[in-house]
């Protein structure tokens, strides 16, 4: 942990601080990418303020990804690419399609399901976003949704992705504040259950009031055939996502090991089904290199200036100026989730987690939140963010791979952001939410 106890203290900010905070903000607006505005922001820090000495950059970047746990990141984007390639992530469709046919809105709701199934074995928002959209949206428009709600649809599904574990967000936090991924990963199931509900229901409303999805839903009987012959065709897909949780829920694979096990098993599943090939690989392997040297630079450079922000005081003074101006706890955590949703809407989860945990941690211990309910409400109302018109990222994802305006997609977006703001609401005031899952020793 960064910050194991905090004094509230005065701190006095110069431009030691604003000059590379205004860098930051430049480089970001110019679309220079995320990990070199941050980097350059650090190196200005040090430079100015003396902080740490300039030859411990190097040392630093290195250590900082250094880590046993953060293997598994490139574990799981790999897994999800096989999936993708291998064609069992069709397979997740058609199961979550016939377990959902009895209602309707039923292709609706099976959308969000395989959001939730693939973004959380993916640990991306995005891929999920991606996948999942080029997957379903067509269809949805199809079934008579229209398209606007259909985009906004799969990006509010998509949010599952850094939500429901095993999620490479609560890796990456977990390495920040110094609490076992594993930890983690069982404490947001239920939270992570609760945002997927949350907006299966929200689009049950919707069809309740609008009537997108026509024809009669199946019988209780039709739809235990159906669902019985497509598990049928396709239980094999679900060893992948068996293998992780019950690997990792039991205590018997680290995130690290479910990971290499489920690319594996993976892989071999691709032969078998003979959707695989060798020649595959290279690309395969590729793009999730692409993907994995998108997220480790931004931890790498990260660090330091986490470390840098630790030394120079601002995290307590962040603490102190909020605390001057109420010590209410349900204010202050108020602040702290519309901070977090801001800071959603403009960046990816990983800058977010690096940058701002450090700094709202102590905030959250001032007012006796626990550790893991502080990360657990974190990365929640980072993923509302993700679909929080007029900027959430998955918006921009949908919107790039179907052409539909993103002011349109934003325009049918609000419901969800409603709904999932209100789970957001009950993880961050009711603590059993998110410890109920855990032993009695850690709560």
């Not at 902080?51 to 190097?58: D, E, Q, R, W």
């Not at 997957?135 to 259909?150: F, N």
């Not at 690290?256 to 290279?282: C, H, N, Q, Y």
Request: glycine residues 10%; proline residues 6%.
């Amino acid at each position: 942990m960064l910050f194991p106890s905090i004094e509230e203290q005065t701190v006095i900010l110069g431009w030691d601080f604003y000059l590379p905070v205004i860098i930051f903000v430049i480089m970001c607006a110019l679309a220079v990418p995320i990990w070199a505005s941050i980097g350059s922001a650090a190196i200005a820090m040090l430079l100015l303020s003396g902080a740490l000495p300039l030859s411990l950059v190097g040392e630093s970047l290195f250590d900082g990804i250094d880590a046993f746990a953060l293997t598994a990141v490139p574990l799981f984007i790999l897994t999800g690419d096989v999936l993708v390639r291998t064609g069992l992530s069709r397979k997740f469709l058609d199961v979550a399609e016939a377990l959902t046919c009895w209602t309707k809105g039923g292709f609706g709701s099976a959308t969000v399901l395989v959001c939730g199934m693939f973004s959380a074995i993916s640990g991306s928002d995005a891929a999920g976003a991606a996948a999942v959209g080029r997957m379903t949206i067509d269809r949805l428009v199809e079934s008579g949704y229209p398209r606007p709600y259909a985009c906004a649809l799969v990006a509010s599904g998509a949010c599952t992705g850094v939500l429901i574990p095993p999620s490479i967000a609560y890796i990456i936090i977990g390495l920040v504040l110094g609490i076992s991924a594993s930890t983690l990963f069982i404490a947001a199931l239920i939270p992570g259950i609760a945002i997927l509900v949350a907006i299966l229901v929200t689009n049950l409303v919707m069809n309740r009031i609008y009537a997108y999805e026509g024809g009669e839903p199946m019988s209780f009987g039709e739809w235990a055939s159906n669902l019985g012959r497509t598990i049928a065709r396709g239980w094999y897909a679900f060893l992948v996502p068996g293998i992780i949780f019950y690997g990792i829920f039991s205590g018997r694979l680290t995130p690290t090991e479910a990971g290499a096990t489920a690319v594996i098993v993976t892989i071999i599943l691709g032969f078998i089904l003979r959707t695989l090939k060798f020649s595959d690989f290279p690309a395969m392997l590729v793009g999730s290199a692409k993907v994995n040297g998108v997220i480790l630079p931004i931890i790498a450079f990260s660090l330091p200036l986490a470390q840098a922000l630790a030394i120079m005081g601002v995290p307590q003074g962040f603490v102190a100026s909020v605390s001057s101006l109420t010590e209410d706890p349900y204010l202050l955590t108020l602040l702290m989730i519309g901070i977090l949703i801001a800071a959603g809407c403009v960046m990816e989860t990983t800058p977010n987690i690096v940058i701002l945990a450090p700094i709202l941690k102590p905030l959250a211990d001032s007012i006796g939140m626990h550790e893991i309910q502080f990360c657990i409400m974190m990365i929640t109302a980072l993923g509302v963010g993700f679909i929080t018109p007029p900027l959430g990222l998955n918006l921009f994802v949908v919107s790039g791979i179907t052409g539909e305006s993103v002011l349109r997609i934003a325009s049918r977006v609000g419901p969800f952001v409603f709904f999932m703001l209100v789970v957001t609401l009950m993880i961050a005031y009711i603590p059993a939410i998110s410890l109920t899952m855990l032993p009695d020793n850690l709560r």
